[in-house]
DNA sequence: TTGAAAGCGTTACCAT
DNA sequence: ATGGTAACGCTTTCAA
C-alpha cells in the first residue's frame, strides 16, 4: 500500500480534504457521523499527516534538538539515561527528537533552527564559552541549558544542585562525629576544565567541613585499579586520620571500596563511606553506599517540561534540582 | 533578525526565486555574477531553506531514524560509541539522525515513515520476533537492520561476524599449546534471550575447541565483583586444567583480571586470557588483554553507508564484518 | 541565462 | 455542519 494523502482520506470517506483535516485537528465540530467515517478511513489507509507539509502550515515540527555533551567520555551511562528519559518524555508528550553531536555543533544548530526542523533544543552540560549558547542566546530560540555555563545567560537552565548535595553528604558525615573528611573527585582533567558540576560540589564539601571544624583534603582519581589506589594512598598521606570519605566519582566507587577492603579499612566500622553517584551504582556496591542521586530521569524531565513551557509562549524560572540523600548503611559514627 | 525566506534572498539579490533555487541545488547554468550575488545574499541574510516546504518537494528530508536496542541496559558504552559514530557519519553526508526509543516502537516507527519524517531506519540490535522489523519489511521502507534476527529476514542487514571472532580467539589459544579452555560470557538473561552475539560467539568457541581435540567449558557472568568470583570459581570447578580464557563480557572483563590476580594465577604464566571486547577496553586492562575488537565505529559507518545506498537505488548486500585479533602479550604457550 | 507560475500536502479562512 | 480555495515555502516545468 502506497503512501496516502488526506486527499486520499477524503476520497476513501466522501467528504472534502479540510473535513478531514478538521477532524485530525478537532478545530471545528464535526458530526458524529461524518467524524465516524472519516476515522474509520484514517484507519483503514493507515494515513498519517505528512509532516514537512504540516509544518510549514503550523510553523511547528513537533520535533526537539537534543545536543549531546562536549566531552561523552566520561559519565556515560549517567549521560544515556538522560537521552532516554528525554526521548520517553517526548513521546508521551507525541514529539520526536533529533540527536545532535557536539562535532560541527553551531552549524547543526543553524541548520535545524534556520531550517525549521525543530521546534526548540536542549543543550545537554554546557560548558563556559559554549558558541551554541550565544548563537541561541541571539536567535532567541527556545532553549533549556543544562548544567550552569561560567557567563551568566538569559536562557532558562537547570541544574542539579551540586553545591547543596555537597553541604548535604559533609553535613551527613560532620553530624555522625566524623572531623576528617576525604573527599574522591573526578579525574584531574576534569578539574582542570574547570567542569562546574566538579569543582562546585568539592567546594562545598570542603567548606562545609571546615566551617563546621573539620579537617577536609581532597584529590581526583582516574577509574582505573592503578589510579584508585595510588589516590587513595595519596588522600591517606595527606590526613592519615580520615574517618569519614565522600565519593564523587561512580565510575571509580566500586574499585575504591575494594581498595578500603584491601588496606583493612572496614566500612563503615573504620571508615564511613558516602557517594554523589546514581542510585544504581551506590545500590550494588559491596557494600551499598548511603548516596546523593545524580537524578538524570527527573532532570530530564524537567527540563523537557520547561521547553515546553517555553513552546506554549511561557518564561519558565531557571531550575535547580535539590539533593536528596539516601541511607544504606555506609555511615556510622567513628570509633573513638 | 526573523527567520528568512527564498523570497526574502531573490529580493535581496534582485532576482527570481526560481534563481535561488537553481543556485541552491545547482540543477541549472547559472551566470557568475549572478551566483556571486545570489549567494552573498544567502550569506548576508543567513538563509538556510525550510527543511519541511522542501521535503515536500523533493521527497526527501535527509533525516533517518535510528532505533536503539531493546535491553539499553549492557553495552551501554558500545551503544554510544555506535550512536556516536552514527552522528558523525550523518553529519559528513549532510543529513540528520532522528533517535527513537523502543519503548511504543511501532507506532514510532509507523509515525516517522508514514509520515514522511525519515528517508529511512537504522535499527539496531534486532531481536528475534521483532514487530518493527515486520513492519518495515511489509512497507518496503529503507531500512538497514543491526544484528541478526532470528527467522530469515528481506531486509539487508549488518552484523559483526561473532562465530568467526569466537573461533579465532580459540584457534589463537589452541595453536598456542592450550588443551582446555574456559569462556566467560555475558549475564546468564543474555543468553536466556537467546541474544544471537552471545549464544554465536559461544557456540563458535566451543565447537572450535572440541573440534580440535579440546576441553572447553563456560559460565555466563555478571558484572559485579561477587558475581565474577563465584563465576571463576564454578569454571575452575568445572575443569580444573583451564590454562586458556576467553572473556566475552567488556563489563567483567577489569574484574576477572583482579580476580585471577587474588587467586594467585598470574597472566598470561599460569592462564592465558583473550577478550572478545572493545579495543579501549582490553587496552586499559592490567594487564592488557589480546583481543578481538567490536568495532562499532566501523559498523556505524557500513549501516550508514548501506542505508544511503538503499536511497540511491541500490540493493546492498548483507555485510558481516570479519573479526581481527590484536595481539597484547596476555597469551602465552602453557606450562607443562 | 532567467522569470512566471504550477504544484507538493496541509491548514484555515471564507463561503454556503 | 461542511466544502472550496488561498496560502505556507520550496522546486521545477514551461516560456521567453
Given at each position: 500500500m ?9 476520497r476513501?470517506?466522501?467528504?472534502s ?9 478537532g ?14 478511513s ?15 502550515r503550523r ?22 539515561e538522560?537521552?532516554?528519559?528525554i526521548?520517553?518524555?517526548a ?6 527528537v ?8 553551531v ?8 531550517g ?20 541561541l ?11 550552569t555555563?561560567?557567563?551568566?545567560i538569559t ?17 551527613n ?9 576525604g ?20 567546594d562545598?564539601?570542603l ?12 584529590v ?5 585499579r592503578?589510579?584508585v589506589?595510588?589516590?587513595?594512598e ?34 563503615p566500622r ?15 556496591c ?8 545524580l537524578?538524570s530521569?527527573?532532570?530530564a ?36
Open positions: 502506497p503512501v496516502q494523502r488526506i486527499a486520499d482520506v477524503a476513501h470517506a466522501g467528504v480534504t479540510s473535513t478531514v483535516s478538521y477532524v485530525l485537528s478545530n471545528r465540530p464535526i458530526s458524529a457521523e461524518t467524524r465516524r467515517r472519516v476515522e474509520a484514517i484507519d483503514a489507509l493507515g494515513f498519517i499527516p505528512h509532516a514537512g507539509a504540516r509544518s510549514i510553523r511547528r515540527t513537533n520535533v526537539v534538538a537534543l545536543a549531546l555533551p562536549l566531552r561523552p567520555e566520561s559519565q556515560v551511562r549517567v549521560q544515556m538522560f537521552v532516554l528519559s526521548l520517553s518524555a513521546r508521551q508528550e507525541g514529539k520526536h533529533l540527536l545532535l553531536s557536539t562535532e560541527d555543533g552549524q547543526a544548530i543553524r541548520e535545524v533552527t534556520a525549521s526542523l525543530v521546534d526548540g533544543v536542549i543543550l545537554m552540560e554546557v560548558e563556559t564559552e559554549d558558541a551554541r549558547v550565544a548563537l542566546e541571539q536567535l532567541g530560540f527556545p532553549t533549556v541549558v543544562l548544567g555555563p561560567g557567563p551568566p536562557l532558562p537552565s537547570i541544574d542539579f544542585d551540586f553545591a547543596a548535595a555537597g553541604a548535604l553528604e559533609a553535613t558525615l560532620m553530624d555522625q562525629g566524623h572531623r576528617h573528611i573527599y574522591v573527585g573526578h579525574a584531574v582533567e576534569t578539574f582542570d576544565r574547570g567542569l562546574g558540576f566538579a569543582v562546585t560540589a568539592r562545598a564539601v567548606r562545609t567541613v571546615r566551617d563546621a571544624g573539620g579537617t577536609a583534603t581532597w581526583s582519581t582516574g577509574g582505573s592503578a589510579d589506589a595510588e589516590s587513595l595519596r588522600l591517606f598521606a595527606l590526613d592519615p586520620d580520615i574517618t569519614g570519605l565522600v565519593v564523587h566519582n561512580e565510575t571509580a566507587l566500586p574499585t575504591v571500596l575494594d581498595r578500603l577492603r584491601e588496606l583493612g579499612r572496614h566500612v573504620d571508615v564511613s563511606v558516602t557517594a554523589l553517584a546514581p542510585d544504581a551504582d551506590a545500590e550494588h559491596v557494600p551499598p553506599v548511603s548516596n546523593v542521586d537524578p530521569g527527573e532532570m524531565r524537567t527540563s523537557f517540561a520547561m521547553l515546553l513551557e517555553i513552546l506554549d509562549g511561557g518564561t519558565p524560572e531557571a531550575s535547580r534540582i535539590p539533593p536528596t540523600l539516601q541511607h544504606r548503611g555506609s555511615v556510622a559514627a567513628p570509633r573513638r
